[in-house]
Nanobody, 118 residues
Framework: QVQLVESGGGLVQAVGSLRLSCAAS????????MGWFRQAPGKERESVAR???????YYADSVEGRLTISRDSAKTTVYLQMNSLKSEDTAVYCC????????????WGQGTQVTVSS
């Protein structure tokens, strides 16, 4: 059974930093692309960043240069380092896993709240 457990959310002032973690279990971590998504109140869920099995990273334009996704295979954990936070980054952040060759993310965490005060 695949489990993804996020942690590290909280309340932070604008221009501050947070690091989110997503601990994965029940899967062969090296064969999954890992992604971070977020959903703000009243808005649709959006992709924030993803990292492939080869370590390639992709970011939404809105976070490019401020957020960094990384993965640690030994710890089967994916991270999202968030710097220069803005109020519009306030959202529930979820991690997700997509198996190599798959078309969609089939495994999701429960999410962690990030609130940025201006």
């Amino acid at each position: 059974q695949v489990q993804l457990v996020e942690s590290g959310g909280g309340l932070v002032q604008a221009v501050g930093s947070l690091r989110l973690s997503c601990a994965a279990s029940g899967l062969t971590f090296s064969t999954y692309t890992m992604g971070w998504f977020r959903q703000a109140p009243g808005k649709e869920r959006e992709s924030v960043a993803r990292i492939t099995t080869a370590g390639r990273t992709y970011y939404a334009d809105s976070v490019e240069g401020r957020l960094t996704i990384s993965r640690d295979s030994a710890k089967t954990t994916v991270y999202l380092q968030m710097n220069s936070l803005k109020s519009e980054d306030t959202a529930v952040y979820c991690c997700a896993a997509r198996e190599v060759g798959g078309n969609s993310y089939n495994n999701w965490g429960q999410g962690t709240q990030v609130t940025v005060s201006s």
